[in-house]
């Protein structure tokens, strides 16, 4: 009775910490050895041919075909002696995590055997792709899709195969994964930005999106996490009563790291290192058994892959460690969830942060035009922002009371604020004024130095500025950053675009820069004023005061995709070159059915568990009760028994009343869904199981979480949260 939980806790508490060989040279000398880095390239391909290659990669190019087999050859000769025996394309689809799909090197040719790697392989391949999703964009008896190698980010070993990170597309070009909108959205921001910087500075020539993420996870013990086949099949606990001791000390933040994890994290950093990737920091999360992992920032599309590449390795390495990995945004009710700050800036290749205050006047209206440009995109987009990071699994963040609320906004910081609204205020030709030091009168000039090192950190903002950054909050822990950056690098390009067309038309005009510059900025402050929140975002008032601002509240997730498909969201799209209205028909698509699926999962499994699991025990209880009542009556006096049974008596009723509620809810919970699972309109569908079946799903949970602390502990088959949460 009960065995399978006990069995997995005496397996658990003798898991010990997992021995991990530290290289014997420091880091710096292993760091990016499983990568082909340019120092690399530069010594396995032919000289005339790598300085063809490198020019292609500063000017995001792709790969062109007479040189993809000199390219091949060096590349296979690197990886080879890395141990490699196999080749994959390595991208990204809309499932979310990689795809891969392994070929030997190891060819017959003439009937020799030979090590083969062509250009035509780097060049493009067609992954047998049809069972990737792409919204109908591909039918699928014609399943093709590409994947080519983006040169931007460099190819990298793990274990015996030879890792090429590719875009994936149709055969019509349309994009089937992240990678490619990312680019496109880089592309875009790039062109944008560094029109607007050249304003300031004319030698600058190129703007990079960069992102330094902050990957949020939690670990459970394997042989708990394989007696719960909730989390096994959905990566959530579906059932499960807040533990008496969860987060309410805060003592797990920022404390001793378990030895057991240590190991984990050890291992997990030596890897990581290896494949190039910059982690840095690591430290325990507010929740038990949650862990944080943040890198250096480095330029988005990289930055991105890395993310990916660390979430698989943190998955395996998991594994080794006896623990399993969880990505989910809310593993467990009731305990803080995890995100992935997406930490976001613009950089130029004269070195300068377009977000961070400058050393001069001149330089602080530049980060004050990019500033209110940036405040202008999230106001007109923040419901595509908000599109772009909910899923079935992140919306058990938004709204609750943590991390992002359901509603887009932006922190600045006091200071910055005020700044700002003086800005508003001022004269145009006073602010422009340039006195005889060359230095603007007006505040931007004098914008305090303390900023730098913000330190009013607003944790409930869902877009804060920190500093010389904005940290995008609401991003998912499980989530591909990408989704969210392409959105925010095509907004901001859109919106930089519109501001030059205005700002020139006004010097076209015969007005200086300066004064077409402030006249512009000016008014976007007042119109962009909407978006500015430095109250509470977890407050009731702010969720009045945002709907009455015009920001978008909505907090059903399949409604919230909608945003994808509004005119304006098409027409930013198309008019960036980013996603054609097609790409985002499909996006949606495929959004809406990921959604729709990961809650048909859920309520099968949670449907299965209830009626293997929890129904049983709480019946033999029941049955132990009555049992005793009986015995009782045979023993006692009738006055004696009556006054002895009570209690039992009142359980009994209790369980049956729960368990009545249950098999009900069971019921209508399995019409809901099939009903669902008749509707062909993906939109329909997921909007169906949002609003039929998830209710009765967290109706029927909490029936058994109420049983949960009524039956007897022994004969509870399931692990506990008290014992899956607390590592020892
Ligand atoms: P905190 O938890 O206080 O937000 P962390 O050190 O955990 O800080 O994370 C900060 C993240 O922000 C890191 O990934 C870091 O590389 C990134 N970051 C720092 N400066 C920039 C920048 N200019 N652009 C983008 N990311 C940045
Ligand atoms: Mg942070």
Known sequence: MGTIRFESLKMAWQHQPVEVKRPTVPASVYFAEKVFTRSKMKEYIASNVVDELFELMDNDQTLSRDIANSVAIGMKKWAMEQGATHYTHWFQPLTGGTAEKHDAFIDLEDGKAIEKFS???????????????????????EARGYSAWDPSSPAFVIGDRLCIPTI???????????????????????????????????????????????????????????ARPDLVMTGRTLMGHASSKSQQLDDHYFGIIPERVLAFMTELEI???????????????????????????????????????????????ARKHHFRLLLHEKPYSGVNGSGKHCNWSLGTNTGVNLLALGKNPHQNLQFITFLVNILMAVKKHNGLLKASIVSATNAHRLGANEAPPAIISVFLGQQLNQALDDIAKADVSEGILMNAKKEMKLGVGNIPAVLLDNTDRNRTSPFAFTGNRFEFRAVGSSANCGAALLVLNAAVADQLNAFRAEVDAMIEKGETKERALFTVIKRYIEESKEIRFEGNGYSDEWKKEATKRGLDCETSAPLIIDHYLSKQSIDMFARTHVLSEAELQS???????????????????????????????AKRYQSMLLQNVLSVKQVFSE?????????????????EQHAGAIIEGVEKMNKARAKANHIENQRERAVAFHDTVIPLMEEIRSHVDDLELMVDDELWTLPKYREMLFIR
């Open 271 to 317: 890897e990581a290192l290896r494949l190039g990737i910059p982690v840095r920091t690591r430290h325990n999360e507010v929740a038990p058994n949650q862990f944080e992992l943040a890198p250096t920032y480095e330029e988005a599309n990289l930055s991105n892959d890395h993310n990916q590449l660390i979430m698989s390795l943190m998955e395996n390495l």
């Open 119 to 141: 250009g035509s392989v780097l060049y493009q391949q067609e992954p047998d792709a049809s069972s990737f999703p792409s919204g109908g964009l591909r039918s699928t008896f």
């Open 587 to 617: 996006r949606s698509d495929v959004k809406w059915e990921n959604y729709s699926m990961k809650i048909q999962i859920e309520s099968r499994v949670l449907g299965d568990l209830v009626i293997n699991h929890v129904l049983p025990a």
């Open 639 to 655: 006055e004696e028994t009556n006054c002895l049974n009570e209690q039992d008596y009142l359980i009994i009723r209790r369980i």
């Open 168 to 226: 994936f597309v149709s055969y019509t070009g349309e994009a089937l994964d992240y990678k490619t909108p990312l680019l496109r959205s880089c592309t875009a921001v790039n062109q944008a930005a560094v029109a607007v910087a050249n304003y300031f500075d004319r030698n600058v020539k190129h703007v990079n999106s960069y992102l330094g993420w902050e990957q949020e996870y939690f670990l459970v013990d394997e042989a708990l996490f394989n």
